[in-house]
């Protein structure tokens, strides 16, 4: 009864025309941010939060959790339609949503995207709603030796992402670690490979990597192949629409990727990126046809957005019940929060009940509009496609200049991805996919983080990580992990050599 009770405060919240206001102009500008290749929600949020100063609490926080969440479903329409990731979470989005923009399937797959992206939503909204308080609760049973199984954990499972051998997809993975390394120490303070580049001492920016990886290699590919062979589809609600085959093969993908990014989004430091990644490993590995993934495999899209929504949605559990933002997006949130005078943390349910019910309704109302809004847009999206080259990719490259200038104002992040554009090109030629690399990156430091914390609690004894049974268990999985990858490498070798030596002439 407590339930519908809080449910039903939370509708009349979210239904007051103002606050329906804020939620409609939240969700359409994420939607727009999303697109827009290089300038996410962080930017697009940091620039609202002046605004809020003179809104009242609930209706900002709506506002700019619809930009946040909005922005994860803008985010694949890039990705799939050019090979641009809108937001960090959409960069695994771009390995099977592009082939199949190019296969004359774009708007099937934004079609799969939009409704991938409400399953995992609702999904998260209905965990959100029912285990608030439980998974608040896991979440304070994670430690620094917990944090850091599962980082580890992410980390191998990185190395099956890769379309080619798992021998390149893992050192594409620690070559991201390496990337990661490159700043300043959080602990020590010293800088680390900045080869005394004052730019460098804050790291290498995660949006020029992404979009110099992803988005400027394409290009250059693109211009060097001079590929015209893309098929432009007819756009109708019959072509937009999966077969009945397509679709029955994304509902499990949808299910898992919306329960793992409904549990990992729920953990704080997490966040949407790293779900949707780790959905896209798993769904390779539980593949009967391992190797339609990164050549147009519907089930690389539906999991993956399915898992990055989920966690948009849960990531407000630890950010709101614990005060522990999951990642930057969720500490400007908070920051919006504290102007108002309004503490989050274990107390913020009970003493601001219309706050907490009227954001987790908007969300669901938040969802539907998005799914009114980009669905009746798939059509304009995909004439994208019937742009000549010789027009769309300066196109690109300014927008891509102009998205990665915005998050620092500074010019050397331009330079840093017209590097990183050419390694990525140079990557793709020898057959190495950039998603390992990114995750690595992602993961890398945060695994650095937690594994000195765990030390320095445990005094430099390695066992805490055998001690504790979550850590425990996730490393028994990751040991399990590259077993099996190592069994599955050595059976291949196998195969390949019992087929070339039967086709070598036998002595007579």
């Not at 100063?53 to 050019?82: C, D, F, K, N, R």
């Not at 004052?198 to 979009?211: C, S």
């Not at 915005?406 to 017209?418: E, G, H, K, P």
């Not at 069994?487 to 070798?493: E, Q």
């Amino acid at each position: 009864m407590d339930l519908f009770a809080n449910l039903w405060l939370g509708l009349q919240v979210a239904v007051e025309p103002t606050n329906l206001l804020y939620c409609f102009f939240g969700v359409l500008l994420g939607t727009v941010v999303g697109v827009l290749p290089g300038i996410g929600a962080l930017a697009a949020i940091s620039l609202l939060l002046p605004l809020t100063y003179h809104m009242a609490p609930t209706a900002a926080i709506i506002m700019l959790a619809g930009v946040y969440y909005g922005a994860q479903y803008g985010g694949s329409t890039a990705s799939i339609l050019l090979n641009l990731p809108g937001t960090p979470s959409a960069a695994v989005t771009c390995l099977d949503g592009y082939p199949m923009a190019k296969k004359g399937k774009a708007g099937v797959a934004l079609f799969v995207t939009t409704i991938a992206s409400l399953a995992g939503a609702m999904t998260g909204l209905v965990l959100l709603t029912l285990f608030s308080p439980a998974i608040a609760e896991i979440g304070l049973k994670f430690g620094p030796a917990e944090f850091c199984a599962m980082m580890l954990l992410g980390l191998v499972a990185a190395s099956s992402m890769s379309a080619g051998s798992a021998t390149k997809g893992l050192s594409m993975m620690v070559f991201g670690l390496l990337l990661g390394m490159v700043g300043t120490d959080v602990n020590s303070g010293a800088t680390r490979f900045s080869f005394d580049v004052p730019e460098l001492m804050d790291g290498i920016n995660l949006v020029a990597l992404a979009m110099g990886l992803f988005g400027v290699a394409e290009v250059i590919r693109g211009i060097n192949s001079a590929d015209t062979n893309r098929k432009i589809e007819k756009i109708s609600l019959r072509s937009m629409a999966p077969s009945a085959q397509e679709f029955k093969s994304t509902l499990k993908p949808m299910a898992r990727g919306s329960a793992l990014g409904a549990m990992l989004g729920a953990l704080p430091g997490v966040g949407p990126s790293i779900a949707s990644f780790m959905s896209y490993a798993i769904e390779k590995k539980v593949a009967k046809d391992p190797s339609r993934f990164g050549h147009g495999a519907i089930e690389g899209i539906a999991a993956p957005e399915a898992a990055n929504n989920a966690a948009a949605q849960t990531s407000f559990v630890p950010s709101l019940s614990l005060g522990i933002p999951g990642d930057a997006v969720m500490a400007v949130m908070l920051g919006a929060l504290i102007i108002h005078g309004i503490q989050p943390g274990p107390m913020l349910i009970t003493e601001q009940p219309s706050l907490f019910w009227g954001l987790v309704v908007s969300f669901a109302i938040g969802n539907i509009m998005l799914v009114i809004l980009n669905l009746p847009t798939i059509g304009m999206w995909v004439a994208l496609l019937r742009i000549p080259f010789a027009w769309m990719y300066p196109a690109i490259l300014v927008f891509v200049a102009l998205g990665v200038y915005s998050v620092n104002n500074n010019t050397f992040d331009i330079y840093t991805v017209a590097v990183l554009g050419i390694m990525g090109y140079a990557l793709m030629v020898l057959k190495f996919e950039p998603a390992p690399l990114l995750l690595g990156y992602i993961l890398g430091p945060l695994l650095e983080e937690y594994l000195r914390r765990a030390l320095l609690i445990s005094r430099g004894d390695p066992m805490v990580f055998l001690e504790r049974p979550i850590s425990a268990s996730l490393l028994a999985l990751t040991a399990m992990l590259l077993l099996w990858a190592f069994w599955s490498t050595m059976r291949s070798s196998l195969r390949a050599k019992r087929e070339l030596d039967a086709l070598r002439p036998q002595p007579e």
